[in-house]
């Protein structure tokens, strides 16, 4: 079992710095809490990225994030300073509408999401009910007694929706009644990060527990840390695990897919995880508590910025 050190960065030399930097070729890195949070970036992250890009290291960008396309993140990483290519975004709405293509499915869609999703289905032409609000205009009983399901709904695609509803959850669990629907999770994130401190933003997570419960089935999860991301880098560049390096802000979903994997692999203090948190796992005699520590961790990837210059 790979040994990991949770070594902070910051109290290494330069020459053991750079030789921490030659010993990756390919960097997978998380977006939001990581490279910024909302419309702000964090101080330092481009340079660090760009930098790295002009090392010839390989650079993606692995995203758990439904909410847009990859068309949408590559205007939004460009404009906070990024270099970037629509190639090298795996964004979860982008792999789930790929994994449908890839299964040559021909059926409808019944997205709990947003047209990050959407879009990306528009792109390998699968269609879908549609999205939004949906309110119920009578009494719960008497719309249960007209209730019908739409024709040819062959999978249900669940991601962050701030128009969760009760209805949404009943339709979504009366087509998972089908054995055959495929039932799809962009990722399961409890909560986001947020810039409020005062606020706790559920994550997707919380809204595909709920549809797992009523449907009594478990989904296929596209995001981290399983390993499709993976999978679908791989098809695009030539990875060696330990020469691969996950860069992430959460430990139970970058992390444990770098662990999972067998990349190196640096926390970000920016975003969800809290270093008091991952000592604890350090020092514990659980191996799922174990594979959530990092190699390393810098309070932000900007710190790397001094380091390296």
């Known amino acids: 079992m790979h040994k990991r050190n949770l070594t902070d960065l910051t109290n290494l030399s330069k020459t053991e710095v750079k030789k921490f930097i030659d010993s990756f070729d390919v960097v997978l890195t998380d977006c939001d809490g990581v490279l910024w949070l909302d419309n702000q970036v964090y101080e330092g992250t481009p340079q660090v990225l760009n930098y790295l890009r002009d090392l010839g290291k390989k650079i993606f960008y692995v995203t758990n994030n439904s909410t847009k396309n990859r068309n949408d993140f590559l205007r939004k990483a460009e404009k906070l300073g990024f270099v970037s290519k629509k190639e090298e975004i795996m964004s979860t709405a982008y792999l789930t509408a790929n994994y449908l293509k890839e299964r040559n499915f021909n059926k409808k869609v019944y997205v709990i999401g947003s047209k990050g999703i959407t879009s990306e289905l528009d792109e390998v032409n699968i269609k879908y009910l549609p999205i939004g609000p ?138 969800v995880t809290k270093i008091e948190e991952v000592q604890k796992w350090k020092e514990s005699s659980k191996k799922e508590e174990n594979d959530l520590v990092p190699d390393f961790y810098l309070n932000s990837l900007g710190d790397l910025l001094p380091l390296i210059n």
């Open 134 to 271: 949906d309110v119920m205009k009578y009494d719960l009983l008497e719309y249960i007694d007209n209730f019908k399901l739409e024709p040819d709904v062959g999978a249900v695609i669940v991601g962050f929706d701030e128009h969760i509803s009760y209805i949404k959850m009943l339709k979504a669990a009366s087509y998972l009644k089908d054995p055959d629907c495929l039932f799809i999770a962009t990722n399961t994130d409890e909560r986001f990060p947020v810039s409020n401190s005062s606020a706790v933003k559920p994550g997707s997570g919380a809204i595909v527990k709920c549809i797992e419960i009523g449907a009594h089935r478990k989904p296929l999860v596209i995001g981290k840390p399983e390993t499709y991301i993976a999978q679908a880098v791989e098809k695009i560049c030539k990875i060696e695990p330990q020469r691969t390096l996950m860069i992430g802000d959460r430990c139970n979903t970058d992390i444990l897919l770098g662990t999972r994997c067998g990349y190196q692999t640096l926390l970000v203090l920016s975003g």
